[in-house]
């Protein structure tokens, strides 16, 4: 047997533990007191294991980022974690059901974290060489888009050979992520004019209905043959039934997968105009993560993965998906970036959330090669 997988095998209790650790300290993105404790634990770990600290980089608004380096070298391999969650406190309880391990964040990301503090354990322990410094970032912000955290990935990824990110690779295959689309957020408010639904009905300019002409514009945007969708995941408007409501809020979220995409919906979305007489509008909002495009430099870092999984009796599959991550930031900079090289599991930011115990080892042993190939 390798003696990486060996190794990672002996010690997959104590993985569960650390996982156990972070999952029950619950950081939400929003809440800056609860991800700090979470960030706590996660230098209790890098304390224990390699006898110091991450630097810590303060943040005002949300939780504070972690930086740790690990090993020597003139390159430098970049690790990207998160540890927030989409979670508010108490929505989920950690818990075991036979190989499923189930936790708020568990699968996104925090049991890929903590392999990854595993895959640089193993380096130490069994004396594996490096050709590259590590850097790992441990960031508290990335369900919200990344506000505070982008610039300093793209700044730790301009000065590094590869990028790493431990999100899950794919539910269904185990797949790696060598692309994603590009993904764009916007507020959209309108404002009317009230007035008595029985009385002065033809006096009232309705923002609810407006609204309604522009969702439905909005949404038949979505273009499957591209891979472009648009979605108005939240509205809000109106007050009581006998008023002409003068107020309507909605959300619309854009996935694309060019950049040349991703700009064209963001003219059309930024300049909207009311159809209406009398109402106003106004669009907040902007693009967000670019599309993750797989380049021929991502593909031969995949192609050295999946030749690692194959000398540990495992096919391993491409793919590219819709979801965003950190790991848009550093490929659109082009820098090779392979991302899903996290724990294996179902249920991102759904409530069956979940990572299966028996896939910990074979994980953390490719992550752990990939880095010392590298």
Known sequence: MDHI??????????????????????????????????????????????????????????????????????E???????????????????????????????????AGLVQAIWALKACKDL????????????????????????????????NSKVVLVTEPPVA??????????????????????????GNHHRDGRSAIKEAAHLIIYLEELTNYTTGTTVNVGTV???????????????GVNVRVKTMKEQKRLDQLIRHLEPRTEGVTLKVKGKMNRPPMVRSNRTGKLFHV??????????????????GGSDGNFTANLGVPTLDGLGAVGEGIHARNEHILASEIPERATLLCKLITTL
């Not at 269904?172 to 639904?197: N, P, W």
């Not at 993965?305 to 819709?322: C, N, R, W």
Request: some cysteine; aromatic content about 8%.
């Open 236 to 250: 809000k408007g109106g007050g009581k039934l006998n008023v002409v409501p003068d107020s309507a809020t909605f």
């Open 127 to 158: 004396g594996l060489s490096l050709n590259k410094k590590i850097v790992f970032l441990c960031t508290s912000d990335e369900e919200l888009g990344s506000p505070t955290s982008k610039l300093l990935i793209e700044k730790e990824a301009l």
């Open 76 to 110: 430098t391999l970049l690790l990207l974690s998160h540890f927030d969650t989409v979670w508010d406190k108490g929505d989920l309880k950690y818990k075991v059901k036979g190989n499923k391990v189930y936790g708020p964040g568990i699968l996104d990301m925090k």
């Open 305 to 322: 993965a999946k030749h690692i999984a194959k000398d540990l009796d495992f096919d391993l599959e491409e793919a590219s998906v819709g």
């Open 5 to 74: 997988k060996k190794y990672m095998e002996v010690n997959q209790q104590r993985i569960l533990e650390d996982i156990k650790l972070l999952v029950e300290s619950d950081s939400p993105s929003i809440n800056k007191e609860l991800t700090d404790k979470c960030k706590a634990n996660i230098q209790l770990l890098f304390q224990r294991y390699f006898g110091y600290k991450a630097t810590e980089i303060k943040q005002q608004k949300y939780g504070d980022h972690l930086r740790f380096e690990f090993g020597d070298g003139e």
């Open 172 to 197: 269904e295959t185990g797949a790696l992520k060598t692309a994603r689309k590009g993904s764009s957020r916007y507020m959209v408010d309108i404002k009317g004019k009230a007035a008595h639904a």
